[in-house]
């Protein structure tokens, strides 16, 4: 089965222009994220902005607790 080569472009430039994965230190330091068990907080704009991207588990706020926010993280490779 061969693939569309439109479609094969399309992919091939979305993955050769993803965005890098976002510093999350730097965005802790400018007070755009929070670290909090579980994942993070997000504290304005430009923070969600930065991980959207990388997102894949949003827990909903509830009693008067903010949403926590998880990402995709890279692994590092193991050997065995």
Do not use: C, H, W
């Given at each position: 089965?061969?693939?569309?080569?439109?479609?094969?472009?399309?992919?091939?430039?979305?993955?050769?222009?993803?965005?890098?994965?976002?510093?999350?230190?730097?965005?802790?330091?400018?007070?755009?994220?929070?670290k909090v068990?579980?994942?993070?907080?997000?504290?304005?704009?430009?923070?969600?902005?930065?991980?959207?991207?990388?997102?894949?588990?949003?827990?909903?706020?509830h009693n008067?607790?903010?949403?926590?926010?998880?990402?995709?993280?890279?692994?590092?490779?193991?050997?065995?």
């Open positions: 089965m061969q693939i569309d080569p439109e479609l094969y472009k399309q992919i091939k430039d979305v993955i050769e222009n993803f965005p890098p994965y976002p510093d999350l230190d730097a965005l802790i330091a400018n007070g755009d994220l929070k068990r579980g994942g993070y907080n997000v504290l304005s704009e430009a923070g969600m902005e930065a991980i959207k991207k990388y997102l894949i588990s949003v827990t909903a706020p008067g607790k903010p949403a926590i926010f998880k990402l995709s993280r890279k692994r590092k490779s193991s050997t065995f």
